[in-house]
Nanobody, 126 residues
């Protein structure tokens, strides 16, 4: 069975940090580009960061550039999202997702991804 398990969310004060993990089972993660998306209440999914399977290149939303870092550990079949200097507007449910194609460059477009985790809540508040 193909699935993701996300972890690492929680409550953090503005300026704090969190590291989200996305562990895959049932398929080999490094064959696929992986994206992190988020959805705040009343808003649509927003692409946050992605990492390509072909060359490990990355892309980030402008709102998180310089603060978030995506990385993969193929030995652990896991992708991480390190989030620093968190702001209240980063509050959302965060999802990881796998590209529907093999060995493609990643894009921050949710419609290119067809396997999704259950999400983990991130709340940034004082």
């Amino acid at each position: 069975q193909l699935q993701f398990v996300e972890s690492g969310g929680g409550l953090v004060q503005p300026g704090g940090s969190l590291r989200l993990s996305c562990a895959a089972s049932g398929f080999t993660l490094d064959y696929y580009s992986i994206g992190w998306f988020r959805q705040a209440p009343g808003k649509e999914h927003e692409g946050v960061a992605c990492i390509s399977s072909s060359d490990d290149s990355t892309d980030y939303a402008d709102s998180v550039k310089g603060r978030f870092t995506i990385a993969r550990d193929n030995a652990k079949n896991t992708v991480y999202l390190q989030m620093n200097s968190l702001k209240p507007e980063d509050t959302a449910v965060y999802y990881c997702a796998a590209d529907q194609g093999l060995f493609r460059l990643c894009v921050l477009n949710q419609y290119e991804y067809n396997r999704w985790g259950q999400g983990t809540q991130v709340t940034v508040s004082s």
